[in-house]
């Protein structure tokens, strides 16, 4: 799915406020008798999942670098000591 049909702002939106959106979007699917009629919000629902995960790997990784770059600053500054 092309992440390019949702709206231009979606990408500034944060994890917490996109996670929002699909549980609105999720409650209003199973509010539904007839799930044929909600493809296009289900479809939805599946492009804001893949951006959120994109979001979440992304934030993840800097998580991840900015740790490792602390431990090896304390781990410099034990050495030097």
């Known amino acids: 799915m092309k992440v390019k049909n949702l709206p ?3 990408n500034s ?3 917490d406020e996109l996670t929002q959106e699909a549980n609105n979007i999720t409650e ?3 509010k539904k008798d007839d799930l044929k009629t909600s493809l296009d919000q289900y479809q ?3 492009r804001l999942n893949n951006i959120i995960e994109k ?3 992304k934030k993840s990784k800097h998580i991840n ?3 490792r770059e602390k ?3 304390l781990s410099k500054k034990k050495d030097e000591e």
Do not use: A, C, P, W
Request: proline share 0%; hydrophobic share 35%; no cysteine.
């Open 8 to 10: 231009d702002d979606i």
């Open 13 to 15: 939106k944060s994890l």
């Open 28 to 30: 209003q699917l199973e």
């Open 44 to 46: 939805e629902l599946m």
């Open 55 to 57: 979001k979440f790997q």
């Open 65 to 67: 670098q900015s740790t």
């Open 71 to 73: 431990i090896n600053s």
